[in-house]
Structures are given as structure tokens and as C-alpha cells.
């Protein structure tokens, strides 16, 4: 008959620690996987809006450059990307006024469209040259 001098089985308390490593490591791959799938749609989100972006703020400077306090600038609107409805705003005021200049400041904000993340903003200038009369 043949001894046994070493016990070659886990205990339940190894069983428990692994258990938990394994589950720390899965839980944390997990938040990596997920939390780079959010920057990866924020990133094409923010590709595919910035030409958009871009316009409304040009057709804003081209209406204050050419007919200042007389311009007529869309306000707001949205913009539909993926099924998704995207409110914008576009806002701009007078900054300051010389004799033959006034200075214009061009704020237009996007939503993000994701819960929890700022909206895309832009500011822009623009320099009305006023006619004489």
C-alpha cells in the first residue's frame, strides 16, 4: 500500500482567487473594448459632421461680410446622420465697431448625439466692411 505524502489537488480558496482574477481580467478587457467602440463612433461622427459644420459656419460669414446687421443667418436646425436626429445652433453677435468696420463673432454649437458628451463647437470671426452712402 502506497502512501500519500503530498496533496496534489487545488484547495477551494485557490479556486475562489482564480475565479476572481479571471473575473477581474474579463471585467476590465471588457471596459476597454467598449470604451474604445464609443471614441471609435465619436471619431466617425465627428468625420462626417465637421464638412457640415464647416458650411454652415462659411454660409454665416458670407451673409454678415456682405450685408451685416442686415444678415440673414438659419438660426438652427437638424442634422440627420445614422437614423439619428442632430440639433445644431448657430448664434452671432457684434464684438466691436469702427467707423468703416464692425466685427462679428460666429458661435455654432452641435450635439454630440451621445448621452454624456459635449457638443462639437466652433467659433468663427468675420469683418463687415460698411458701404458709403
Known sequence: MMSRTGNKAFTLVEVMLA???LSLGTALIYEAF???LDA???YRLSQELW???GEKVWEAQESLSHFGPQASVEGSG???SDNRRIPWNISYGLIGEAEKHA???INFSLSSGTKGLPPAVREAYVLYEKKEE
Open 19 to 21: 475565479t476572481a482574477v
Open 51 to 53: 464638412p457640415f459644420i
Open 78 to 80: 437638424e442634422f440627420v
Open 103 to 105: 466685427l462679428y463673432k
Open 34 to 36: 467598449f470604451t474604445n
Open 40 to 42: 471609435y463612433k465619436r
